[in-house]
């Protein structure tokens, strides 16, 4: 099984990057993980130009969004992770999805979308650092989730499960039970 891990943090050892490396250690032995570090990449904003849905391929110069495109083209599965910033995922993550649309779906003829991963698995973790229960009330991760169903939705991964964490400002730690839940996120993105 191979699973691609996008990191849409810009911090390296931030909560969002310890979330995912707690998904991957919940995974069984002999997954293959492929990383992605959103903010180290080299990508250019997608232009609109739409020649991708007839092309299949992005007619942007060669960068990073074109490897990442091909790695989740091959992947069984998917893990993100983004910081919540103004309701959303990031916007290094954001314009990495905007570039990849040709990877995930396909037009029909008359427009319809055609998911092209029907059947794979996504798991996603967020952060904010609004305080419980206000980030529960404002729905601070679940405007990162949101985003990134519509995607999921779009491309056809499941989503089997979430973790959003709130207060990070004055919490900066994971607590065992986050630990916990991250780890049973890897195990059940991983399940037959």
């Not at 055609?114 to 996603?124: N, Y």
């Not at 989503?159 to 890897?186: D, N």
């Amino acid at each position: 099984m191979k699973v691609v891990v996008l990191n849409g943090s810009p911090r390296r050892s931030g909560l969002v990057s310890r979330m995912l490396d707690e998904v991957i250690a919940g995974m069984p032995e002999g997954v293959e993980v492929e990383r992605f570090f959103v903010h180290d990449l080299t990508v250019r904003p997608c232009c609109g130009c739409m020649k991708c849905r007839s092309l299949h391929r992005c007619v942007l110069a060669e960068d990073d969004a074109h490897r990442v495109a091909e790695a989740l083209r091959g992947a069984d599965a998917q893990v993100v992770g983004s910081p919540c910033y103004w309701g959303g995922m990031s916007g290094e993550l954001k314009v990495l999805f905007d570039r990849m649309v040709y990877a995930l779906m396909e037009d029909r003829e008359g427009g319809l979308p055609v998911p092209l991963h029907k059947g794979k698995r996504a798991v996603m973790v967020a952060t904010c650092n609004t305080a419980w229960p206000f980030s529960v009330w404002f729905h601070q991760t679940s405007g990162v989730f949101r985003s990134l169903r519509e995607i999921f939705r779009w491309s056809g991964f499941r989503v089997v499960g979430t973790l959003g964490k709130g207060g990070c400002r004055k919490h900066p730690e994971l607590t065992a039970r986050e630990v916990s839940k991250c780890r049973r996120l890897g195990g059940k993105l991983c399940r037959a």
